[in-house]
């Protein structure tokens, strides 16, 4: 028997990992493959949230004030603006981390834009603003009118507010804006105008308080749409109230007659300025009561800062302007070229912008307004007639009486009325001037006589003599 025998092989025992270390590495394997899958999907939506978007065109979208994140994003979406409400609404909730969220609003997106644009966009708050105008020269009823009829606003307007409180400008406001508020940031903005041109008073005006300087203002601005007129047409109703005389103004006839509608569907007649109202000026001495619209700057400064001028009258010269005058004579003149141009067909017409026109739901509006809240207009009797002061070089008196007549076709004392246009129309109205009998030679006829054609009461101006 050998004694070499062979020793069987011999394998050390395995140890085995244990459990803890099996599961370490599943999950670690599994970690892997779901950061990997993670790290894509992220890459995938930051590529999805900062590409162009689908839009073709710009769009406006109202994102209503009780929607929640998700639903803002499938708004988006349903609209086309987005195209992944899931990335959008995500994005939205990582982006609330650091305060910046979705707000409710109106939104205009332009073409092309990213989820990322349209985040900003929302959450940034720029909202689309729309505008509403009041033209220069409208009065506070036909305002809230325009207020009342913008169906973008909400709410109810309280009052119509004083006339020459409502500033005329254009002023931008968000959808869902209440309109009292409205109303209120305009007579905001109108009392801090009217301080601002007041603060520039000339120490030397003949105004001396804000609501005249407003009142004349408004004046200024129903006689002239020419901007470079308005400081001589100021100047023509300044000298007139130094002087004495009427101001004589055919839109404060209308106001007298309108009232806050501010607009007369027909032309002036004789029998409109024969008729007195509070604000008729061709009846009544100074200014009227108060405003009869809103002014705006340029008329409030040119009533504190007006032309250099010894004007005390102007007529329409058929271009759209007017021509002005210091004497009778002279403005008899142009009041005689303006009839030639009247009766050519040569008048250059004016007409407003559709801004300044309003449409017929205002019109609706405005009708509404006035009936209800429009106080009358105070009636007044004819004051007893007073002799204005003199204007110079005013004609002989034996053709004083001719001359006006001729001129006006209203037998007015002093001076032939200041025209906007509106007065030609009631000067060929068919009421004719009552026959003017034939003075006796025993008559003086000194300034302030009154003389009586028909019935009518006539002052006698002061009058160059004769030679």
Request: with cysteine; glycine share 8%; proline share 8%.
């Amino acid at each position: 028997m050998s004694r070499n025998k062979r020793l069987p092989d011999f394998e050390p025992e395995k140890k085995r990992s244990g459990a803890l270390t099996r599961v370490l590495g599943a999950f670690l394997g599994w970690g892997i493959v779901f950061g990997c899958l993670l790290g894509a999907a992220a890459a995938w939506s930051y590529v999805t949230y900062t590409s162009a978007g689908p839009l073709t065109e710009e769009k406006i979208v109202i994102l209503p004030r009780d929607a929640g994140r998700a639903d803002i994003a499938a708004l988006l979406r349903d609209n086309g603006v987005i195209s992944d409400a899931a990335v959008m609404s995500a994005a939205s909730l990582a982006q609330s981390l650091r305060g910046a969220t979705l707000k409710p609003g109106e939104f205009a997106f332009p073409a092309k834009a990213s989820m990322a644009e349209v985040f900003n966009i929302i959450a940034s708050g720029r909202v689309v603003m729309h505008k509403l105008t009041v033209p220069e020269g409208w009065t506070s009823a036909m305002a809230v009118a325009r207020i009342q009829a913008n169906d973008i606003l909400t709410g109810e307007i309280a009052e119509v507010p004083p006339e020459g409180e409502v500033a005329a400008n254009t002023f931008l406001f968000p959808r869902g804006k209440d309109r009292q508020q409205l109303l209120d940031e305009m007579m905001a903005s109108q009392a801090k105008l009217v301080d601002e041109v007041w603060a520039t008073r000339p120490a030397d005006s003949i105004i001396t308080t804000k609501e005249a300087m407003v009142t004349l203002a408004s004046i200024v601005e129903k006689e002239t749409a020419l901007p470079q007129e308005r400081a001589r047409v100021a100047s023509v109703f300044l000298n007139r109230l130094k002087a004495g005389m009427r101001l004589q103004s055919d839109p404060t006839i209308i106001y007298g007659i309108v009232g806050g509608k501010g607009r007369l569907d027909r032309p002036l007649t004789r029998s409109d300025i024969d008729t007195p109202t509070a604000y008729n000026t061709y009846a009544i001495n100074g200014l009227p009561p108060g405003p009869i619209g809103a002014p705006g700057r340029a008329s409030l400064e040119a009533v504190l800062h007006p032309a250099k001028t010894s004007d005390l009258y102007f007529v329409a010269d058929g271009s759209g302007g007017h021509a002005f005058a210091e004497t009778l004579d002279a403005h008899n003149a142009n009041v005689k070229k303006w009839r030639e141009i009247e009766a050519a067909g040569g008048t250059v017409a004016t007409k407003p912008s559709p801004a300044q026109q309003p449409d017929q739901g205002e019109l609706d509006a405005l009708n509404t307004i006035v009936k209800i809240t429009q106080p009358a207009l105070p009636e007044m009797t004819m004051p007893a007639p007073a002799a204005e002061a003199a204007a110079p070089e005013e004609a002989a008196v034996d053709t004083a009486a001719q001359d006006l007549q001729q001129a006006t076709g209203v037998p007015e004392p002093a001076a032939a009325p200041p025209d906007d246009g509106a007065s030609q129309a009631a000067a060929g109205a068919p009421d004719a001037a009552p026959e003017q009998p034939e003075a006796e030679s025993a008559v003086v006829l000194k300034p302030g006589t009154v003389m009586q054609f028909g019935e009518r009461l006539i002052p006698i101006p002061a009058l160059k003599k004769t030679r």
